[in-house]
């Protein structure tokens, strides 16, 4: 679901110059070896998103260097790849080598280049924000170490996460959606994935599924730390939570060939969380609070290169 908006958004999007209007194009450190993909985690009301990627760049507060791209890259349909499943931005691609602190990824908003395709068949434009500088040097920047060694191929998944920055706003003439810069990087080579089954005892009661569409709405949250607290997401239009408990990752439960409910949550960095599930998703809106409820928790342990596995139990036992 979708936080209808005022007239002014104000997101974290950005110009992609230096503080004297000059890209930055140094670096020395010798040729390291690169390798973006991007996943997406789960949305409803949409049937489609198209994304087209102009640039990546990596930097730190006095440098950028740019990803080579031969060309757009346009992501046809991003809701394709969930859970373990991610897109090829860039193929193990030489760079110059460095320690970065942000990657930032670059977004065309013109002529349909970027476009949500909504569950009533119409298309709306897709774009960062308003009041922002030109649409050539807009982008999404996620804050987060990126180390390019000499010789050595670096491995990074970015994880766009539609159901905490897909915005509807109805402010306008024209409805349209908006992306909060809310991405997340992960190393494969230092992460893992939790799949597992939710039993059908979880999805009775109070749901907030659209009878229609008996599926939506049933979601596991996740949280970094074992014991958490679950919450709702709750994110400033910045895309920055205003709370410590905001899910880290979430991922949709879908019905299997045989009938059960299963989820994935992709490219977890190694560690302790927790999982929680709820039915309630489409009450979810990610700028408000909302006071959701979660039918079981549990802490679960993320191994490198390993897949975890936790099935939501049967509530009558």
Not at 1 to 22: I, K, N, R
Not at 23 to 33: I, Q, Y
Not at 219 to 241: K, M, T
Request: negative net charge; hydrophobic residues 35%; glycine residues 8%.
């Amino acid at each position: 679901m979708y936080q209808y908006l005022l007239p002014t958004l104000l997101v974290g999007v950005f110009a992609a110059f230096s503080e004297d209007g000059c890209s930055v194009e140094t670096g020395n450190k010798g040729n390291a070896r690169l390798t973006v993909a991007i996943t997406d985690a789960p949305v409803d009301d949409v049937e489609r998103v198209q994304l087209t990627i102009t640039g990546i760049t990596l930097g730190t507060d006095k440098l950028t260097i740019k990803v080579p791209l031969k060309k757009d890259v346009v992501i046809d349909d991003l809701l394709r790849y969930q859970g373990r499943q991610s897109f090829q931005l860039v193929g193990d691609e030489k760079v110059q080598g460095g320690e970065f602190q942000w990657l930032r990824l670059h977004i065309s908003e013109r002529d349909r280049a970027s476009f949500v395709l909504g569950t009533d068949g119409k298309e709306y434009p897709l774009n960062l924000g308003e009041e922002q500088p030109p649409a050539q040097g807009r982008y999404l920047e996620v804050r987060a170490p990126v180390r390019l060694v000499k010789d050595k191929l670096t491995d990074v998944v970015l994880d766009l996460d539609l159901s905490q920055s897909l915005i509807r706003d109805n402010s306008g003439r024209n409805p349209r959606y908006q992306l909060l810069p809310r991405l997340r990087l992960a190393e494969r080579e230092s992460s893992g994935h939790i799949v597992g089954t939710i039993h059908s005892s979880h999805l009775q009661g109070r749901c907030s599924a659209d009878a229609n569409r008996p599926d939506a709405g049933n979601r596991v949250y996740l949280y970094q730390g074992e014991n958490a607290y679950p919450s709702d997401i709750f994110l400033g239009l910045n895309g920055v939570p205003f709370a410590n408990d905001t899910p880290f990752a979430t991922a949709r439960a879908t019905r299997n060939s045989q009938g059960e409910y299963s989820y994935e949550l992709g490219h977890i960095p190694a560690g302790g969380y927790t999982v929680a599930f709820t039915c309630q998703g489409l009450a979810d809106l990610p700028t408000q609070h909302d006071p959701l409820h979660f039918t079981h928790s549990a802490s679960v342990t993320v191994k490198r290169g390993e897949s975890t596995r936790f099935n939501f139990p049967d509530l009558d036992r």
